[in-house]
Nanobody, 124 residues
């Protein structure tokens, strides 16, 4: 079992930045590919970014490329999402997820563990 706890959300003006953190406990963090997803009210959960176990491979939703960066620190059992140039359409609950194995995925149903989420609100 892996427990995931997100932090770092908040209210920010358009053009601002936030850094989300996801702290993992339980099984060996470095055995899990990690992802960030988001869910806005009335919408389905959406892939945002994913990172392989070593951090060597990273993937992004097209609309966040060049603005968001996913990275991990396996010594601290933490994965991060640095979000710059935020837009009102980035407003959502952001959730981190863990997937057993080295391969990343963009699919919600391929992740085994989920955090509770942290709210990000971007005002115009």
């Amino acid at each position: 079992q892996v427990q995931l706890v997100e932090s770092g959300g908040g209210l920010v003006q358009a053009g601002g930045s936030l850094r989300l953190s996801c702290a993992a406990s339980g099984r060996t963090f470095s055995n899990y590919a990690m992802g960030w997803f988001r869910q806005a009210p009335g919408k389905e959960r959406e892939f945002v970014a994913a990172i392989s176990v070593t951090g060597g491979s990273r993937y992004y939703l097209d609309s966040v490329k060049g603005r968001f960066t996913i990275f991990r620190d396996n010594a601290k059992n933490t994965v991060y999402l640095q979000m710059n140039s935020l837009k009102p359409e980035d407003t959502a609950v952001y959730l981190c997820a863990g997937r057993r194995g080295v391969l990343t995925s963009r699919a919600v149903d391929e992740y085994d563990y989920w955090g509770q989420g942290t709210q990000v609100t971007v005002s115009s």
